[in-house]
Nanobody
C-alpha cells in the first residue's frame, strides 16, 4: 500500500529553520515527481515546491524562492524540504505528495495541483 509520511513540523520563531521529511513506503519514488504543498486555516492548499523524478528540476512558489530548498534521496525513498528564514505566513500544515512522471511535469504538479497521492500532513507554526 502506497504511503507517504511527513515529519519535522514544529513551532519555530520567525527567522528560524526547519527541515521536513517525507518517507515513502509501499512503492519506490523513482517514477514519481515529489511535491510539498501547504494549507493554512481558511486558505486553499497551495504548491510550495516540486521536484522532478530525476531531481534535475525544481520549482518553487514565489513566496518561498531563495528560502526553501526541495531535495530527494531515491536510495532512501525520502524527500526533504529545507525551510530557512521562516516567516509567520509560512505557518500551515505541510503535505507531501507524489505524481507519476507520465501524468504531468513537476512544474504542472505544483502549479495545477496535479497529485496522485497525499501524505497526512505535518504542522509548521512560525511564531515568537
Amino acid at each position: 500500500q502506497l504511503q507517504l509520511v511527513e515529519s519535522g513540523g514544529d513551532l519555530v520563531q520567525p527567522g528560524g529553520s526547519l527541515r521536513l521529511s517525507c518517507a515513502a513506503s509501499g512503492f519506490t519514488l523513482d517514477d514519481y515527481h515529489i511535491g510539498w504543498f501547504r494549507q493554512a486555516p481558511g486558505k486553499e492548499r497551495e504548491g510550495v515546491s516540486c521536484i522532478s523524478r530525476s531531481g534535475s528540476s525544481a520549482h518553487y512558489a514565489d513566496s518561498v524562492k531563495g528560502r526553501f530548498t526541495i531535495s530527494r534521496d531515491n536510495a532512501r525513498n525520502t524527500a526533504y524540504l529545507q525551510m530557512n528564514s521562516l516567516k509567520p505566513e509560512d505557518g500551515a500544515v505541510y503535505y507531501c505528495a507524489v505524481t507519476p512522471y507520465w501524468r504531468a511535469s513537476a512544474q504542472t504538479m505544483c502549479g495545477n495541483r496535479v497529485v496522485g497521492s497525499w501524505g497526512q500532513g505535518t504542522q509548521v507554526t512560525v511564531s515568537s
